[in-house]
């Protein structure tokens, strides 16, 4: 556990990590007013003060997720705030994008990806729209779903694909999402026949893809790990409550050197270790830590 409290200390600092091009690691600030820099090179961490910027949150809740765009920029997907953010860590820049024009809503996206084109694409939450951002320009396209899916608490998490479309683990929804970059095409695959056994229906927060190609899900408040086919849109549903029954159970999921995907412990006391090629679950403890 590399120690970043005597640099910052206060609670819901950060939401989302992206890779940069020099290897360090970006995470877009939720309640703080700063971007954290890590360099896993030699383990240090800095903050990039950005409380100057007029985010207009009454919550102060300001981005959840982040994605490196194809010019090296790292995109933050807006959650409270009014726009997205755009960080250089080439020099530490940063800059704020107003996307009220566009969408006024609260909660707006959860989770970003790179498409193969180089924009990041943002999740929808409360959105009745795709987010796709070109760093290029700084412009942001907000691609209408409403005639599709217009509930609330909608996806959480964002994947790029083999084929280069962009997947969508649902949290309340009871489809997964599919955007297409290429022509912003959108599409629902139903998956209201599986017993997820959660009480409040909160499903998946996070997705990655797996080396052959499969979409992982990270288990939320349900009892399994979702396995989705790009290349078919099937679904597979792996129970996991012979290893752990918590709710809440990981946020955020990402893909190891191995083809593996690893599962982010929220209220798990363990790093959930997935491997598709045989839908096999280890729980790999950390209480101890």
């Known amino acids: 556990l590399v120690d970043i409290s005597g640099t910052i200390s206060m609670d819901q600092k950060f939401a989302g990590a992206a890779t940069a091009r020099s290897g360090k690691v970006i995470f877009p600030p939720y309640k703080a007013n700063s971007v954290g820099v890590f360099d896993p090179s030699d383990n240090s961490f800095a903050l990039v003060d950005i409380s100057h910027i007029n985010f207009v949150t009454g919550e102060s809740f300001k981005f959840t997720g982040a994605a490196a765009a194809s010019n090296g920029k790292v995109i933050f997907a807006p959650w409270d705030t009014i726009g997205v953010g755009v960080f250089d860590p080439s020099d530490d820049s940063f800059d704020f994008i107003d996307i009220r024009s566009k969408i006024s809503t609260g909660w707006k996206f959860r989770g970003a990806a790179a498409a193969s084109d180089g924009k990041v694409v943002l999740a929808p939450f409360n959105a009745d729209g795709v987010g796709v951002f070109d760093a290029s320009d700084n412009s942001f396209v907000l691609v209408d779903i409403s005639g599709t899916i217009s509930m609330d608490q909608k996806f959480a998490g964002a994947a790029t694909a083999r084929s280069g479309k962009v997947i969508f683990p649902p949290y309340k929804a009871n489809s997964v999402g599919v955007f297409d970059p290429s022509d912003n095409s959108f599409a629902l695959v139903d998956i209201s026949h599986i017993n ?94």
């Open 196 to 289: 997820f056994v959660t009480g409040e229906s909160f499903k998946f927060t996070g997705a990655a893809a797996a080396s052959n190609g499969k979409v992982i899900f990270a288990p939320w408040d349900t009892i399994g790990v979702g396995v989705f086919d790009p290349s078919d849109d099937s679904f597979d549903f792996i129970d996991i409550r012979s290893k752990i029954s918590t709710g809440w159970k990981f946020r955020g999921a990402a893909a190891a050197s191995d083809g593996k995907v690893v599962l982010a412990p929220f209220n798990a006391d363990g790093v959930g270790v997935f491997d598709a090629s045989d839908n096999s679950f280890v729980l790999v403890d950390i209480s101890g830590t």
